[in-house]
């Protein structure tokens, strides 16, 4: 899928099929993540991989926003060193992550924003690491509007030179 399709499609999947996701398409979504760029070329993150259907069952019962990780092929756990740009470049991993996976036909959604220490303590993070999401992956359980979003128009949110002269 080309990059713009992709992010004109992406939509947030909280309902997946009964299918695994197979391994290459895994390492694709992790390899995006350790990819994407960061301040100083810090990569102040890292990524846990779930499979484990127990673990999955457990993340869903601690994310209070995404109940639905238990019913995921699989979860990544982003966790981010507690410094000053971390959740930035983090967020710009998730976003990398969301859109490979996509492209590949596997959706996801962000769930958590920080505060997770239960999180923390499932997985073993050290001290030194925070959980910043949850991001569940699976095959779309629903037919999706590939496209089909509510958005502002490009003219409400984006000014040509100076602030309010129109964007076309």
């Known amino acids: 899928m080309e990059t713009f399709e992709a992010i004109r499609t992406l939509l947030a999947v909280r309902r997946y099929l009964d299918r695994p996701v197979p391994d290459p398409i895994i390492h694709k979504i992790v390899e995006a993540g350790r990819l994407t760029g960061s301040a100083m070329n810090l990569q102040p993150w890292h990524f846990v991989v779930i499979q484990d259907r127990d673990t999955l069952r457990q993340l869903g019962a601690l994310a209070r926003s995404g109940p639905y990780i ?18 930035s470049d983090a967020s710009r991993a998730i976003h990398a992550m969301m859109l490979v996976a996509w492209s590949e036909g596997v959706g996801s959604n962000w769930v958590g924003f920080g505060s997770l220490p239960k999180v923390n303590a ?23 509007g590939r496209g089909r979003k509510s958005r502002k128009p490009l003219a409400a949110i984006a000014s040509r030179e100076r602030y309010g002269q129109v964007f076309q």
């Not at 238990?70 to 959740?87: F, N, P």
């Not at 499932?122 to 999706?144: E, K, R, S, V």
């Open 70 to 87: 238990a019913q995921a092929s699989l979860a990544i756990v982003v966790a981010v060193e507690k410094t000053g740009y971390a959740v």
């Open 122 to 144: 499932l997985l073993g993070l050290p001290p030194a690491l925070d959980t910043l999401a949850i991001l569940p992956f699976g095959y779309p359980a629903d037919q999706l």
